[in-house]
């Protein structure tokens, strides 16, 4: 597939109008896979600062797979879906121990690492090494299926076979640089074709689209409908100091939802019953428990109805796990909060107990 005058079109308006971010200005290939990985299911607007400051504290490859998986989670936390900050660790340890540190150039190399699907590989490769490699993600996957009319359902294996093809074609004669045409597609898919209410008037490549010609704009991409996130109902338990400047924490198990994240102790119930049970293994009496309310938490997969109950927090030097999901509890200081990794919902059950402030910068988004 051969589409010049289209290429021309989306790569000048490209140099005109992209926007100024960080991961563009440098060729670093670690800094263009961190960028990439973060965003991942995540907005610009919330990886930037994140960016910024995770490349701050680990500046390359060697310097990430010799930090503590705690110090990683910590940086990472407020972009959620942490398993992806666990395969970055993972990976940048393998690069070390069989890449001197340094990323594969080519797709098959970067595919052998930990979290690297074909998106990210083919990212890294276009836009650190200039190779003529295609990717494919939600904004090119709904540039290409309004550009060229692709009526097939691009969740099913037969869509997502098409979009790819596109994309392979399109990078293997488009002109100057992959990188700059990949970041192209997705820019184009970012700011202009949009989801809902695209400006099709501003689009550089109006001209070529089969979806506007055939009044199809707004049909396309066709998806087959998400199933329902799965209701999940939780206790938590809030137990702060006598002198409200310790609560108890408690840390997920690497491979439990919220691996290696720190959150007050719960536990999945429908009753008071296992409320009861989670408070009696922590030596708390549970009349001394008081409803302060429930946190709504909707993840991608979950809808999550957590009822908060707050108590006095023991005098205690060590603390039992409070359950098979968790391998480790403290008492840990009100004004450490922000320093350690933890959840949003975390966040907002503590809000909700008054157990930290509002402000509190919390490290986690999902």
Known sequence: MKSPELQRAL??????????????RARDPYAIWLSETMLQQTRVETVLPYYRRFLEALPTVRSLAEAPES??????????????????HAAAKRIVREHRGELPREVEGLRQLEGVGDYTAGAVASIAYGVRAALVDGNVTRVFSRLFAVEDDTSASAGKARIWDIARALVASAPGDPGDWNQALMELGAVVCTPRGPACEQCPVQAFCAARARGLVDELPRVSA?????????????LVSSDAR????ARRRPDALFGGLWEPPSVEAETDAAAGALARRLGVDASALESVGEVLHVLTHRRMRVTVLRGPL???????TPGPDYDAARAVPMADLGEIAHATLTRKVLVLAKAAAPSVRSRSSR
Not at 226 to 238: A, F, Y
Request: charged share 35%; proline share 9%; glycine share 4%.
């Open 314 to 320: 023991p005098a205690k030097r060590r603390w039992p």
């Open 11 to 24: 790569l000048a308006w490209y140099r005109r109008a992209r926007r100024d971010l960080p991961w563009r």
């Open 246 to 249: 310790r609560v108890l924490l």
């Open 71 to 88: 110090r990683v989670l910590s940086l990472w936390s407020g972009l959620g879906y942490y398993r992806r900050a666990r395969m970055l």
């Open 226 to 238: 998400k199933r329902p996130p799965t209701e999940v109902r939780r206790v938590s338990l809030v």
